[in-house]
């Protein structure tokens, strides 16, 4: 048990400090590469509550794909960071004091001891399979919430496409009937006799 | 193995139905040239009405708890989805004539607004904290995208960026306080849950954290003090045609999260946020309704003008009594169709490149065009509570239950807010009537769009003449 909780407070503070450090960096590119750091302790937490699936599962799709296509769109964007820090300052005393005040409401409320005894996680043994466990209710008992979430995935898609898709006059785009359409003597200009204009 | 009941999907054909319905929209819209975009809108119209046809048949059943108890049917949930379904279809009516004359009919807007009605039904449907998360993300992000739907407007595009952002603070601070609750109970279904809190056995120190975080999320969604500040700006920066649908439809599906979260799930906190409700809502009720005062720009007072309804409509749920919610939820329900009205009349009074959101813009109505006046000072009066509109009999339902309950000096602070309230409620009849006119623009508007402003008007004047049905309804769907 002890070696345990110093596993978890060893993950906890990393965890802790690279979120931190995400807000907090200058560089755009160092924050999305904290925020990897974050998912991938974030990540060993879950293992340590024996969610193997869901810890490779945020490893596999946060880390592999979407911070991937972050870190691609930071680079391919160039923001001012400086501009949007302007008001920092200026908002910086009420902000600090907001927090300040919450932070000690809630330890004052939290040292009192957090007591959860009743829910302690479950030890499975080795046989016991994450994914199984998953498996088994997702597509029945969590088929509600599970087809709400999908349908919230395609609105997000035709809210991206509403929101970011215009033909502009000055865009080149392709248009395939064209393309197929084409015929040699719309490319090809055959120039005869070269040598003899010479 | 598994122990598995199948669900009852005949009790979710109307969110299935809509769900087919937008997709198939959604499909047929990218086909349709700009000239035959209305058979987009009369699609979506007739989706919203076979809709309400498929949830009348459920009127009257008992209560069906079903999906593995993600979803319930009960009363309650059927006569506010009507209710909204109605909201909705004169949100579409009303908004159409908006976006033709300003060029943004797309077939996007009425795909965003099915979403945005399909979260508002998952909503009022959950019984379970995963379902009215993700209703209330659903309705959100559909928001979200109206908002900023207007690309070439920046002001716009700041309040979608702003709502985004507080959106998902407040979604935060709302998961947060549901996770403290499932830490301290072990489960996220409501009525377990409520056993759970009942029997005593769980930590009372985390339900009380947890309960915090919920209301302050609640509160954020709700738009009341100190919770508010996104709500003026919002209203006034989105197109009008989508500060009618965020002013209307979803303050039913609030009042709906607002009971499945707090009546419902927590009866055995009662003392615990009715105390936090009551500051909420006398703080919404004297902030609201003093800077509604010194607004010059109609969207922003009648956004500080919700702010002061939420704070009634908390009143009738801190009666935690069946009174007290059905008169909130009358109090919902007759809010949502009178502010439909309000931002009809400010849809009718715009043209292109001319929003009518100005309080000097509504100078002279009268002599302009009397019957809008008058559908217009209906609107004003019931929002103020003059009877005999709705808002009279609204306001007077959720005293009496306050009262009832020994709370009265709250009935008369509440009372006494109103009445500071009812200045600029009257300031606007005071322009339209007794101001000489400074715009001689005759009013153009669609048939279809003046015969539904005006059956709005009678609607909030009927309602108020023979308030008994409907509240009848409100306090059988408690029942």
């Given at each position: 048990m002890g070696f345990e909780k110093i596993i978890f407070y060893f993950f906890a503070a990393i965890l802790v400090v690279s979120a931190l450090r995400v807000i907090t960096v200058r560089n755009t590119v160092h924050?999305?590469?904290?925020?990897?750091?974050?998912?991938?302790?974030?990540?060993?937490?879950?293992?340590?509550?024996?969610?193997?699936?869901?810890?490779?599962?945020?490893?596999?799709?946060?880390?592999?794909?979407?911070?991937?296509?972050?870190?691609?769109?930071?680079?391919?964007?160039?923001?001012?960071?400086?501009?949007?820090?302007a008001?920092?300052?200026?908002?910086?005393?009420?902000?600090?004091?907001?927090?300040?005040?919450?932070?000690?409401?809630?330890?004052?409320?939290?040292?009192?001891?957090?007591?959860?005894?009743?829910?302690t996680p479950v030890k499975h043994g080795v046989e016991y399979s994450n994914t199984r466990a998953i498996g088994n209710v997702l597509y029945t008992d969590y088929l509600f919430v599970f087809e709400i979430a999908a349908v919230i995935l395609l609105l997000a898609i035709v809210a991206a496409i509403s929101l970011t898709l215009r033909k502009r006059k000055d865009t080149r785009y392709q248009t395939p009937g064209n393309q197929v359409k084409v015929r040699k003597s719309d490319r090809i200009r055959i120039v005869k006799d070269m040598d003899t204009e010479s | 193995?598994?122990?598995?009941?199948?669900?009852?999907?005949?009790?979710?054909?109307?969110?299935?139905?809509?769900?087919?319905?937008?997709?198939?929209?959604?499909?047929?819209?990218?086909?349709?040239?700009?000239?035959?975009?209305?058979?987009?809108?009369?699609?979506?119209?007739?989706?919203?009405?076979?809709?309400?046809?498929?949830?009348?048949?459920?009127?009257?059943?008992?209560?069906?708890?079903?999906?593995?108890?993600?979803?319930?049917?009960?009363?309650?949930?059927?006569?506010?989805?009507?209710?909204?379904?109605?909201?909705?279809?004169?949100?579409?009516?009303?908004?159409?004539?908006?976006?033709t004359k300003r060029g943004l009919l797309k077939g996007e807007y009425y795909a965003l607004g099915l979403f945005g009605m399909m979260g508002m039904m998952v909503m009022i449907s959950a019984h379970n904290f995963l379902t009215i998360y993700l209703g209330l993300e659903l309705l959100s992000l559909s928001m979200y995208a109206l908002v900023a739907y207007d690309r070439d407007s920046m002001v716009a595009s700041e309040s979608a960026m702003k709502y985004?952002?507080?959106?998902?603070?407040?979604?935060?601070?709302?998961?947060?306080?549901?996770?403290?609750?499932?830490?301290?109970?072990?489960?996220?279904?409501?009525?377990?849950?409520?056993?759970?809190?009942?029997?005593?056995?769980?930590?009372?120190?985390?339900?009380?954290?947890?309960?915090?975080?919920?209301?302050?999320?609640?509160?954020?969604k709700l738009g009341a003090v100190p919770f508010?500040?996104?709500?003026?700006?919002?209203?006034?920066?989105?197109?009008?045609?989508?500060?009618?649908?965020?002013?209307?439809?979803?303050?039913?599906?609030?009042?709906?999260?607002?009971?499945?979260?707090?009546?419902?799930?927590?009866?055995?906190?009662?003392?615990d946020w009715q105390t936090m409700l009551i500051?909420?809502?006398?703080?919404?009720?004297?902030?609201?309704?003093?800077?509604?005062?010194?607004?010059?720009?109609?969207?922003?007072?009648?956004?500080?003008?919700?702010?002061?309804?939420?704070?009634?409509?908390?009143?009738?749920?801190?009666?935690?009594?069946?009174?007290?919610?059905?008169?909130?939820?009358?109090?919902?329900?007759?809010?949502?169709?009178?502010?439909?009205?309000?931002?009809?009349?400010?849809?009718?009074?715009?043209?292109?490149?001319?929003?009518?959101?100005?309080?000097?813009?509504?100078?002279?109505?009268?002599?302009?065009?009397?019957?809008?006046?008058?559908?217009?000072l209906i609107l004003m009066f019931s929002m103020a509570g003059v009877p005999p509109t709705v808002g009279f009999f609204a306001k007077l339902w959720v005293l009496e239950a306050v009262i009832n309950n020994d709370m009265t000096w709250l009935a008369i602070v509440a009372v006494f807010f109103s009445v500071i309230g009812a200045f600029y409620y009257i300031r606007m009849v005071k322009l339209m009537y007794f101001d000489a006119p400074e715009d001689e623009q005759v009013l153009e508007g669609s048939a279809d769009m003046r015969l539904a402003l005006s059956l709005n008007g009678i609607v909030v004047l009927g309602l108020g003449l023979f308030p008994g049905s409907l509240m009848a309804l409100c306090v059988a769907a408690l029942a």
């Amino acid at each position: 048990m002890g070696f345990e909780k110093i596993i978890f407070y060893f993950f906890a503070a990393i965890l802790v400090v690279s979120a931190l450090r995400v807000i907090t960096v200058r560089n755009t590119v160092h924050a999305a590469l904290f925020l990897v750091l974050a998912f991938f302790t974030t990540a060993a937490l879950w293992l340590m509550l024996e969610a193997e699936f869901l810890a490779m599962t945020l490893v596999l799709v946060y880390v592999g794909a979407v911070m991937v296509l972050f870190l691609f769109v930071v680079m391919m964007l160039d923001i001012d960071v400086s501009v949007l820090r302007a008001g920092f300052t200026r908002y910086l005393p009420v902000g600090a004091t907001v927090a300040v005040v919450v932070i000690i409401e809630m330890s004052y409320f939290l040292l009192g001891g957090f007591d959860n005894s009743k829910f302690t996680p479950v030890k499975h043994g080795v046989e016991y399979s994450n994914t199984r466990a998953i498996g088994n209710v997702l597509y029945t008992d969590y088929l509600f919430v599970f087809e709400i979430a999908a349908v919230i995935l395609l609105l997000a898609i035709v809210a991206a496409i509403s929101l970011t898709l215009r033909k502009r006059k000055d865009t080149r785009y392709q248009t395939p009937g064209n393309q197929v359409k084409v015929r040699k003597s719309d490319r090809i200009r055959i120039v005869k006799d070269m040598d003899t204009e010479s | 193995m598994i122990n598995f009941t199948m669900p009852d999907f005949t009790q979710a054909y109307p969110e299935m139905f809509v769900l087919a319905m937008t997709c198939v929209i959604l499909i047929l819209d990218q086909f349709l040239s700009d000239a035959r975009r209305s058979i987009t809108y009369y699609l979506t119209q007739l989706t919203v009405i076979v809709a309400a046809v498929l949830t009348f048949n459920q009127f009257g059943t008992d209560t069906v708890v079903t999906f593995s108890g993600m979803f319930v049917n009960d009363s309650m949930s059927v006569l506010l989805k009507l209710a909204m379904y109605v909201v909705m279809i004169g949100i579409f009516l009303y908004s159409r004539a908006y976006l033709t004359k300003r060029g943004l009919l797309k077939g996007e807007y009425y795909a965003l607004g099915l979403f945005g009605m399909m979260g508002m039904m998952v909503m009022i449907s959950a019984h379970n904290f995963l379902t009215i998360y993700l209703g209330l993300e659903l309705l959100s992000l559909s928001m979200y995208a109206l908002v900023a739907y207007d690309r070439d407007s920046m002001v716009a595009s700041e309040s979608a960026m702003k709502y985004f952002v507080l959106g998902a603070i407040a979604s935060g601070m709302l998961l947060y306080g549901m996770s403290m609750l499932y830490g301290a109970n072990g489960t996220l279904d409501i009525s377990a849950i409520n056993d759970s809190i009942n029997s005593g056995t769980a930590s009372k120190q985390i339900q009380a954290f947890g309960l915090v975080f919920i209301i302050v999320g609640l509160a954020f969604k709700l738009g009341a003090v100190p919770f508010h500040m996104w709500l003026p700006d919002i209203y006034h920066g989105s197109p009008t045609s989508v500060t009618l649908y965020i002013a209307s439809a979803p303050k039913i599906a609030a009042f709906a999260m607002v009971m499945r979260l707090l009546v419902e799930t927590m009866p055995g906190l009662q003392s615990d946020w009715q105390t936090m409700l009551i500051m909420l809502a006398v703080l919404s009720m004297a902030i609201g309704n003093v800077i509604a005062i010194a607004q010059t720009n109609l969207k922003r007072m009648l956004a500080y003008s919700t702010i002061s309804h939420v704070g009634f409509i908390l009143l009738g749920i801190i009666a935690a009594d069946k009174a007290g919610y059905s008169a909130a939820m009358f109090y919902t329900i007759t809010y949502a169709i009178t502010s439909l009205g309000a931002f009809g009349v400010i849809i009718l009074m715009s043209r292109n490149g001319f929003e009518a959101d100005q309080l000097d813009d509504y100078k002279g109505l009268n002599q302009r065009n009397p019957w809008y006046a008058f559908v217009m000072l209906i609107l004003m009066f019931s929002m103020a509570g003059v009877p005999p509109t709705v808002g009279f009999f609204a306001k007077l339902w959720v005293l009496e239950a306050v009262i009832n309950n020994d709370m009265t000096w709250l009935a008369i602070v509440a009372v006494f807010f109103s009445v500071i309230g009812a200045f600029y409620y009257i300031r606007m009849v005071k322009l339209m009537y007794f101001d000489a006119p400074e715009d001689e623009q005759v009013l153009e508007g669609s048939a279809d769009m003046r015969l539904a402003l005006s059956l709005n008007g009678i609607v909030v004047l009927g309602l108020g003449l023979f308030p008994g049905s409907l509240m009848a309804l409100c306090v059988a769907a408690l029942a």
